[in-house]
């Protein structure tokens, strides 16, 4: 599995997310304390927003602990939305096509967790990816793909529904193929605008996930924390693991829940993934 966070609000400099906080990113790609595995050393990718009409992405199969590229380009960009994610494989190749997150156009995707049995599904859930998307799949992962089977059902127009509805397709697919839990997922996509944030699993027991509590109830708390008192209001973060071990910070995602982060109001929402009982038209 993986550890992935997000974050959106006043511009911060890469390295105060994934390298200064007492638990940060960097560290949980050795020490993680809530993952599948301790270590996620099978590569990282980042992706951020500045210049241009698309985000910028960095991807390296480098352990993120040992890359001193990332401490480099983390010291010198700033960027008001930030999605950044570290790999444990769980059976794809090692390589930067599978470093997510991945991107299409402004969109970018980052997902922990597995589609079971992908060799099995992998065909099917393929062959309903849109065929003016299909070429864009580098990689691959199950990450990817279901990102690409979220674009065909309408992604870019309704993120809620285009997941709800491609986690239907997975698990009606899985199910053909005897797959008991077909999908496990926290997942995060945005446009570069909002952040959308998903927390499911066919078994009802998901991987870990947390949100942070507004800035202003935690400058009241910590009035001396510098930190806090150069980040603006709407500043947020999204966490496969806590940051730090600040008391009230942090807030688990319901479980079969998603979150809605944008500029003046943030929004929590069960998920239900739609049923599907017959496979999508592929024609």
């Not at 065929?131 to 990689?139: C, N, Q, V």
């Not at 949100?211 to 496969?240: H, N």
Request: glycine share 8%.
């Amino acid at each position: 599995m993986c550890r992935w966070l997000a974050y959106s609000g006043s511009p911060v400099l890469l390295e105060e997310l994934l390298l200064k906080p007492k638990h940060s990113l960097i560290d949980q790609s050795l020490h993680s304390r809530l993952g599948a595995e301790t270590t996620n050393g099978d590569g990282f990718g980042v992706g951020w927003y500045g210049v241009g009409d698309t985000p910028g992405v960095f991807h390296s199969v480098e352990p993120a602990w040992n890359d001193r590229n990332l401490r480099e380009v983390g010291a010198h960009v700033m960027s008001p939305l930030v999605f950044a994610h570290i790999r444990a494989s769980s059976g794809t190749a090692v390589q930067q096509t599978n470093c997510h997150p991945f991107r299409h156009g402004r969109w970018l995707w980052m997902h922990n967790g597995v589609i079971r049995d992908f060799h099995a599904v992998k065909r099917d859930l393929v062959l309903a990816v849109d065929p003016s998307f299909y070429p864009e799949i580098k990689g691959s992962t199950d990450s990817e793909t279901f990102f690409y089977l979220a674009l065909t059902l309408g992604l870019e127009e309704d993120p809620p529904r285009a997941v709800q509805e491609a986690v239907g397709f997975i698990e009606a697919t899985g199910r053909r193929w005897g797959v008991e839990h077909p999908i496990q997922m926290t997942v995060a996509t945005t446009n570069g605008e909002s952040i959308w944030a998903f927390r499911y699993s066919s078994e009802g027991k998901s991987r870990s996930l947390f949100f942070s509590t507004e800035v202003r109830t935690l400058k009241m708390l910590y009035p001396d924390d510098i930190r806090l008192q150069a980040l603006g209001d709407e500043s947020r973060l999204v966490v496969s693991e806590p940051l730090g071990n600040l008391v009230g910070a942090w807030n688990e995602v319901p479980e079969s829940s998603y979150g809605l982060i944008k500029p003046g109001r943030d929004e929590l929402h069960t998920f239900t993934p739609t049923r599907m009982p017959e496979p999508l038209s592929t024609t």
